[in-house]
């Protein structure tokens, strides 16, 4: 299982997350406010601004402080890593 730091020693499984998205568009805002609702909401930004959004394919959703290009490098490092391990 690769583990993602999403932030304040926080991790995420990289094999359940569908989508990195940012938080400014209004359906994202929309999904947030739904998912809150139905009590599927995961802050990992500990008071710190939303820069991304995390959904996973168990619904819920993950808010993080680091930006949706930063947790893409993070993830591809780790898949670069894994090949590595494997050749």
Do not use: C, W, Y
């Amino acid at each position: 299982m690769k583990l993602i730091n999403i932030g304040f020693g926080n991790l995420i499984s990289a094999e359940r997350m569908i989508a990195v998205v940012s938080p400014e568009s209004a359906p994202i805002k929309r999904m947030i406010q739904d998912v809150k609702e139905r009590g599927m909401l995961i802050d990992a930004s500990f008071g710190r601004s939303t820069r991304s959004v995390i959904v996973m394919d168990s619904g819920n959703v993950v808010l993080s402080s680091l930006s949706p290009e930063l947790l893409a490098q993070r993830i591809s490092e780790k898949t670069e890593e894994e090949s590595e391990e494997h050749a």
